[in-house]
């Protein structure tokens, strides 16, 4: 955290400062000088402009800028440490201040703002200006004050920044003078020489395939890939982290980075964004003497990475990720000093305070482990929904607790991601980039305090009305009796439990009085822009799919294509880009006919057991009813999904092989009773399917037979998956239940507190359930019994979730095989309430 002095004079050997205020201005006018030293660096430069025209701005005097050898007689405020401060017997603790650290201090008639050369004496005049009454809260938006007479208090004091990197990472965040002028020092930000720079990065993140390209190397050299599953595989994998050639040819490729961007501080050795990591026996190996963890290999190969790094640029960083797979710490390595870890929260609750919330135990415990193990940490923490940029999301108390709590696990840098398309227009952008900027300078900032004078700075006579609606926000996650106690994901959908009940319309009374009490055009269009979030859960609610006489269809296409209209034409007023994580306006407008049209259903009964078909949503069963309990077992999708509607339920799939997407399929109803339908489908490559559905008494039998009638063999393997909608949201208390081939019974609760929030496992071999596993919740119905042949599928992934719903999908597959032509793959499984 900032370390202030209030008794710099034990450092400072300089005239004894005065009792009373210093008076600078002078009704408009002032005897002060701005005064730099010779060898003022450009940021220097640059504080002392902006202390020059900032001046000028709030009294109407211009101090004239000297160079120390050019002083006259008269006060000065010195900007930068220089020559003249060592005649005046003033020596600055540089040593202790760093780049960015600085000192203000009176000294008689005279004014020191001075330290790191880089950029603190720069944040040290914005200190100087902010104790004047001066804020920008945004790149438009700043609070200048008017004063003919500027007084200061004496000074006597020393900050220090509380992390060495900070990155509020919202397009909004990115000006560069609102970055300065903020002090944040992040990759993103269009900081420059004169500002001082900033901590690059090349490239940011995500670099294996960057590194080793699989177009260029897997043909020739599959062994440097992931083996998955008995295969060495490209698509979504990793690289082999044992491999000796692939730490060569890593070396060799970071070097050509530093020859390249010598500009950048770290070079990121981060994995994929996904899965798939490699598991040869050597990384196995590796794993298990790290105690089990995924991470064992990274940090092994990137320290060794670094080793070499180092011989030749001791002054460059590795970067990696502790992310997902890789979260936990290893057992034994640690580290190296030129290692950045990048610790990943992804999983956490974002709505509490992490060490009082039961969801995020798990990431306190990873965080207390690397931090035993580094002191030199970054986190990469979430400040926004990235599906939904517009969400309310209610993180404030959050920010305002773990901010200092990271400090206090010695974490030294922080990346805060929010939304950053083009144009920007996440919720509460600017807002939160500025109380982020405020807490990662200084971790005993007050957050809300810092809120509340950005909602009057910006919003005017409706900062009130504002300042109600945040609070509304935050009551429905905060924990009893102070609010609901309702959590909150960064990849929720409209539909999510913190937004149900009357928010909605209390939200919008709320709005609608700040609407009334804005003063001014600029303030009502910035109240209209916050108001986009509650039109746009409303829009995308709507648009809900629903069994209609037949179809699978919304109510009021035509009213909901107009709204939708309306809706674009007002976020691209405000300049927006993208309302979801890397997709244009232009996708959403795109899929706009795929969520406003009818889809034909068709229904099983037996009066036991119904089940509803979309031949056209890739032929899934939607619903799948226990008629005597009436319980639905499937889960619903929210309209606000990616690719809805045709997501979820129960289904078949044909993929090359594991890890690929799976192939198109058209599907249609070749005959049907009402108890059985049989489904024809046609696939890529020539293969014919056919599935039949049948309810016997309480159980739904499916037979999937996929015939190669192509002219050659295809690789392929079949998917039949069901999510299964335990239901009780506000209990998390799902589980599952199975005997293993090797006899082993499993009956594990897949959430209690301490455990991630979410997860998936493949099970093969002897770990393969023995024909039967079940999915429930410890509280009762319903429960869903799958049954099926080991034979036919050798391979179960079981995943789930507790994160704004409780869900756990059951997945059988076939075997990896070539299907030649004329021959044919068969997948029976069924499914039954219990």
Known sequence: MPFRSVLLAAMLAAPAAPQGPLTLVQDGRSPYAIVLSLDASPSERRGAEELQRFLEEISGARLPIVGEEERRRGPAIFVGAGRALERRGLRLPLERLGPEGFVLKTAGRDVVIAGGRLRGTMYGVYEFLEKLGCRWFTAEVSRIPKLRTVRIPPLDEMQIPAFEYREPFFTEAFDRDWAARNRTNGHHARLEASTGGKIAYYPFVHSFYAILPPETYFKDHPEYFSLIAGKRRAERGQLCLTNADVLRLTVAKVREWIREHPEATIFSVSQNDWTGWCECDNCRRVEQEEGGAHCGPLLRFVNAVAAEIEKDHPDKLIDTLAYWYTEAPPARTRPRRNVRVRLCPIGACQAHPYERCDRTAYFIRNLKAWSKITDRLYVWHYNTNFAHYLLPFPDFDELAADIPMYRRYGVVGLFLQGAYPPGGGGEFAELRSYVMARLLWDVKADAWKAVDEFLEGVYGRAAGALREYLELMHRQVRFPPEGRGQHLWIFLNPGAPYLRGDFLPQARRILDRALAAADSEAARDRVRKVRLSLDYVELVRDMALEPREGFY??????????????????????????????????????????????????????????????????????????????????RIPDPGERDYPDVGGLGVWVHPNYQARPWPASWRVAAMTPERMILDGESANGLKLRRTLRLAGAALETETVVENRGEGPVELAVQCRAEFSPGLVEDPRIAVAWRARDGRVVDRTLFEPGNETSGSESLSGDALPDGLWRAFHRAGRPALANRFSPEQAPRAVLSWTVRGENRITLALWSAERALRPGEALRLEVSYQPQ
Do not use: K, W
Request: hydrophobic fraction near 40%; glycine fraction near 10%; proline fraction near 5%.
């Open 553 to 634: 269809a919304p109510a009021d296409p035509a009213g909901l294509r107009r709204r939708f209209e309306a809706f674009l034409a007002e976020v691209r007023r405000f300049g927006i880009t993208q309302l979801h994580e890397g997709r244009g306006l232009e996708t959403d407008e795109q899929e706009l006919p795929a969520r406003l049209r009818s889809y034909g259903l068709f229904v099983l009964s037996n009066g036991t057991l119904q089940a509803m078909v979309s031949p056209e949503l890739s032929g899934r069963i939607i619903r799948l009813t226990d008629l005597r309990a009436g319980t639905e077992l499937l």
